[in-house]
């Protein structure tokens, strides 16, 4: 699309970076929550067509899940955690200071600089994958398990999602900036859909979904070894895809297409690039102590646990992911753009009002959400993994490690906002100094459960739960202490204990309505009362304690009833 006169004028004019974000944050958070559920639904399917093919105990699929979180660690280090959150808080500024051209530069220059940066680190890792031995041990443990030659193999062939995901996550970062939510959230559900899709063709073309009376263990590795590299074809495929999909609106939101920087422009846009990936060093570990906990625990997994392990702890980590991406990121995405816009503009004390009131609303779902886990966790594993090849056994070590990372829902949304709100303010420093921090207690945390009390998957878990509510405890109390913000209101403290409270009955009424229906109506449909027992008694609860959440949630349904139909 060619611009006129008038749009090239309106672009070098300042924009209004608070009030793009100033209403519709309720919108915003429904609608990224709404595509967020339907590829959370569509990642569902997935898995457990993953568990149906591979099974539980495939070393082959598990080394699939330890390669696959090569790229994903590196997504949200550079794409979602680091350079995607620098450059939002540059282009903010930028689009704020200079106008919408200025910041069109601005994107296309970090891009094209984090492109270069990307294949740079792509080729290191598919040469240290390629070339690493086999029997790389630590204190007599092999590092990479039993499969290390086939680990190897799909970390070299999964690597360049690296540049795919990262640049997804970017194109996401600036179309939120600029008041465009649709697309980002959208690109995760066309993920999901080609990798289904992959499954399928995977299965159907080396009969992975044909159960075997007899099986010869020789042609079964071969054959599990071409599903793999199939798969591994497919992500990167839908890899593509799903950056594909944010190009229109891109070019709708201006920040591609248009008139292009003269010299002084270009110049200006390289150095502020320059000046995003500086930022985003510190940035690094500070947004994505979460992710690299869950990397380090698959790599451990994948050495010291028996085969199944990693599998077990993926899928219960995906259960867990469901509600946290619903509730915490959503909102977290959602808010950040609105957060950067009054760090911008100084205004602390609307900073800590709307980082507070985003925290609450995190608390009021994902309380109950992480007492219905825990109350459900074994039927709600048995009701999505147990087909084909995936059996009790592996069921029964997912219920496990779910149980245990129900306890870090809350706390790992909590300090995402946490370490936003630092952000905002121009702190990079901080969260990245407690991440590391972090890192090394979750380590050891591992050894301490695994090696030294033989923990099995759920000691991965608690691990990792323990490591996000430590990091919570020392991000927390900053944001009044090294920020200067205002203390947090005698009301946020009373709508908390009234989420406790209603996560407490909610948890309470789901263990006991599965209790008594289990032996009557089989697992699916007693899980499926547990959970509608659960969200009952949640309601209740926090109607009746007139929280301000549930007074909101009322308010919106009834003014989409009251909205009259369109003509």
């Known amino acids: 699309m060619r611009a006129t006169a008038r749009d090239t004028e309106r672009e070098a004019l300042p924009a209004d970076v608070v009030g793009r974000h100033r209403t519709g944050l309720a919108r915003r958070t429904a609608l990224i929550s709404g595509l967020t559920l339907i590829s959370r639904l569509l990642g569902f399917v997935r898995e457990i067509l993953s568990a149906s093919l591979f099974g539980h105990a495939s070393g082959l699929f598990d080394a699939f899940l330890t390669a696959w979180r090569v790229p994903n660690l590196f997504r949200r280090f550079l794409g979602e955690g680091a350079i995607s959150a620098a450059l939002q808080t540059k282009l903010t500024e930028v689009d704020h200071d200079r106008g919408e051209a200025a910041g069109r530069a601005l994107f296309l220059a970090t891009a094209g600089l984090v492109t270069r940066l990307l294949v740079v680190i792509t080729a290191l890792t598919m040469l240290g994958a390629y070339y690493l031995p086999d029997d790389v ?54 993920l999901n859909i080609v990798w289904i899709a992959s499954l399928v063709v995977v299965g159907v073309a080396f009969d992975g979904f044909v159960m075997r009376s007899t099986v010869d263990p020789t042609l079964d590795r071969a054959r599990e070894v071409s599903m793999v590299r199939g798969l591994a074809w497919g992500v990167l495929f839908a890899g593509v895809c799903q950056l594909l999909v944010q190009l229109p609106a891109l070019r709708h939101t201006r920040l591609v297409g248009g008139k292009p920087a003269d010299a002084e422009g270009r110049a200006q846009a390289r150095a502020g690039a320059r000046a995003v990936l500086k930022r985003s060093l510190p940035l690094a570990l500070g947004a994505a102590v979460y992710q690299v906990n869950v990397m380090v625990d698959g790599l451990m997994a994948e050495s010291l646990l028996p085969n199944g392990g990693p599998t077990a702890h993926y899928f219960a980590n995906r259960v867990q992911q469901f509600p946290m991406a619903l509730i915490s990121i959503a909102a977290t995405s959602a808010v950040f753009p609105a957060l950067a816009a009054l760090g911008k503009t100084g205004d602390r004390d609307g900073l800590r009002g709307l980082h507070d009131r985003t925290q609450r609303a995190v608390a009021f779902v ?201 003509a």
């Open 137 to 190: 041990s630590i204190a007599g443990t092999r590092v990479l398990g039993a499969d290390a030659a086939e680990l190897r193999e799909l970390v070299v062939r999964l690597s360049p999602f690296v540049i795919l995901i990262c640049l997804t996550a970017i194109a996401s970062g600036g179309l939120q900036v600029r008041g465009h939510f649709a697309a980002p959230a959208f690109a995760p559900v066309v």
């Open 366 to 566: 994902a309380l109950p959400a992480s007492a219905g886990l825990f109350a459900l966790a074994s039927p709600i594993m048995s009701s999505l993994f147990e087909h084909g090849r995936y059996g009790p056994e592996g069921v029964a070590r997912a219920a496990d490690a779910l149980r245990a990372l129900s306890f870090a829902i809350l706390p790992a949304g909590a300090v995402g906002l946490c370490a936003r709100t630092y952000y905002a303010l121009g702190d990079f420093r901080t969260p990245a100094v407690v991440s590391i921090a972090m890192l090394v207690l979750n380590f050891g945390l591992n050894l301490l459960l695994i090696v030294g009390l033989d923990y099995d998957v759920d000691g991965l878990a608690w691990a990792t739960a323990l490591t996000s509510w430590a990091n919570l405890a020392v991000l927390w109390p900053g944001l009044s202490g090294k920020l200067g913000l205002p203390h947090v209101s005698a009301g946020f403290v009373r709508g908390l204990g009234g989420s406790v409270a209603a996560a407490t009955a909610s948890g309470l009424a789901a263990w006991a309505a599965w209790t008594f229906s289990a032996p009557h109506f089989g697992t699916l449909l007693a899980t499926a009362f547990g959970i509608a027992a659960g969200v009952g008694a949640e309601v209740l609860v926090a109607v009746r304690l007139d929280l301000p959440e549930a007074r909101l949630v009322r308010e919106r349904l009834g003014k989409a009833r009251r909205k009259p139909p369109a």
